[in-house]
């Protein structure tokens, strides 16, 4: 093996000026396929093919995007008329702002009128214009305040606080006009509120997003920058030469630009996960300049030699450099095995980075110094300190005198280490690794205090039939829900088609908020009475809260971001509350046998479940629209409505548990893969035990550490 390293070493040496000439076309043509697009949405964490992502997308694509809508606090004397005026500018003029589509509050609202001439129901605007007086102020607080829909959506009365609602094309939001837009609301809402002594606060994803991307953006260019400067020091500091600074600082920079050419070639952009490379780059590649450059000089201080020393450097380091470089390409590589889109992408890029650092370190760095001048003695010093022999002694001493006390330390350390792991905790949340400092934790922080949350959370109720939604029963049922949700502080208010049939019980009476109530069966026949003559989706300015055949009903709310650890635990509870109210008993009839051979014959669990549920006396369709077929299209049996419980939030928390599992398997894969190296490479398992067991303890210590640190697994 050493000669065949001897060989490529000469011939590395000898073509050196091709060898340069080959490396500056290759580098000159991957800058100019260098990618330089980022981004803008979150990686594609979850599975496509997982069910709760797909439940998302048909939600998406029947109701709209749930998360781009950034909202707009102001707390304080709100009905005060210059404050109030100044909110009714801000919501005017924040509809000129490109980018949005729709702006809601308090302002701008509907109010639901009973109209008996036409026996149909009226809309109207909640203010048309700037208030001038202070008789016309105290008038609109009655007509505000007389309105329960909005109390806890865009109105907090106990606290003089309200919300403006600005929501953002979301096919923009994915792209760069994203922080453009955002800063457009913000220039036009600071503007405004300067004018008058009320301070706005900003969330909801589209803002909390855009600030991460900057905020991401910002620190990997800080740290980018940081490494190098710390790596430059690092190196003139050991080896007392310019030379040894900028050469493995160059051979750096062309590896950047290999990496940014490769992610171009394969038509990848830059994501969160990517943007790390150059700084990874950077501190992967040093060690492998620190190797090279220290042989170097102990060789030469041996032999005198430059050209004998540069081919002894590849003789002997290039195996080793060979196998740390493997390792660790392998250690990358791994995460394209992921059935993560964003971990794949970065698994390939990192690997292939790795390995270009590699061969192009082998190359440049020899040939470099081999048109410069030797090392002096001032360079090659550092083979002599004295204080990193004597280090160097004492460890060995240590190893070969003191080995058993080796072997205790390390199984105390491994104790200690797996007791830590058992208190290890995960945690996700969307804003969790933002400075505490950060004036959008603030915000958020304010919101979450005045209006209970901001993050996204969507339930739908799919009856199966056309109208289903409107029917009593299930008007009934949706009370009971989500008057149980309100019992939960995590939540925000809850808004559905039940809210738009109180509203309109309160226009059909007497106008006033106690009788925004659920209306009774003989009240309910008139509301549909007049609900006939009028176009139902005009009736209020809410999100879509119903699909276009009114057989599912969207429940829409919003949740503290309190992490999966907190918020899986209360999604539990709604699902049982779910099931106890769409659980429909059987009334009569058996599955005819046709019915029974294909209900029970199928491979589907879920739906040999369910007919089994109905034999028992309860069905419960909450699994697939086979189900249904089968035991409603079959069985001609009653039953239940499907629901779902999804939105972003629920998608981001299931994301990130995916994310820490495929990480695991990740890890453990790339343990297996380099075990496997090293099997070739010594030829003796127990060689891969010993040299793996050292490599292990650290990770062990390490989640030991965050265990009794309270340190929680984060994403």
Known sequence: MGRGWQLIARIILKARIPILVVVVLATTFMWFNRCTERTHNYGKIIPQNDPDYIDYL??????????????????????EREAFNMIYSVTQELKEVSGVTNVLSITNASVIIANPEKEQFDTLRMVSRLVQTAAEMDSVKQRVLGQPVYSGLLLNESNDATLVAVTIDSKRLDTSEKTAIVGGIVSVTEAAAK???????????PYVR??????????????????ILVMAIFLFVTFRSIYAVVIPLIVIGVVIVWALGIMGLLGYKITVLTAILPSLIAVIGVPNSIYLLTKYHF??????????????????????????????????????????QILKEFGILAGLSVVVTFFISLLLLPIFFSFLPAPGQKQVKHTERGLLQKVINLLNIVVLKYRWWVYGVSIALTIFSILGMTKLSTRSLMVDDLPKDEKVIEDLKILENEFKGVMPFEIVINTHKERGILKHRTLKKLDEFQTYMALDTNFSRSISILDLIKLSRQ????????????????????????????????????????????????????????????????????????????VVNKKSGRLKPEASYKLFGTDSFQVRYAGQAYLNGQVFLTDTNTTYEVLAGKGKVDYADRYIITGTTKIFIKS?????????????IAFVVISLLMVVLFGSFRMVIIALLPNLLPLFLTAGIMGFAGIPLKP
């Open 58 to 79: 048909e939600f998406r694509n029947e109701f709209g995007d749930d998360g781009n809508v950034l909202v707009i606090a102001f707390r304080g004397d709100i009905f």
């Open 195 to 205: 004018k008058v002594n009320l301070r706005p606060h900003y969330s909801g994803l």
């Open 210 to 227: 855009a600030f991460v991307t900057n905020f991401i953006a910002e620190e990997m260019q800080t740290f980018l920058i940081l490494a």
């Open 299 to 340: 060789e030469y201080k041996r032999t005198r030699n430059k050209i004998k020393s540069l081919v002894l450097v590849i003789q002997k380091i290039g195996i080793v450099t060979v196998m740390t470089n493997a390792t660790t390409a392998v250690g990358f590589g791994v995460l394209a095995f992921t059935n993560i």
């Open 507 to 582: 226009a059909l009476l007497s106008g006033v908020p106690e009788e925004y109530q659920l209306p009774s069966r003989e009240e309910y026949v008139a509301i549909q009475s007049y609900m006939r003559n009028t176009k139902v989706d005009s009736m209020v300015s809410l999100a879509s809260i119903f699909d276009s055949t009114l057989s599912k009903a969207r429940i829409k709310a919003n949740v503290r971001d309190i992490g999966a650890e907190r918020l899986e635990p209360i999604m539990d509870s709604l699902e049982i509350k779910l099931q106890d109210l769409f």
């Open 656 to 668: 990130n548990g995916y994310l820490i599992r495929n990480l695991a398997q990740s890890l453990i």
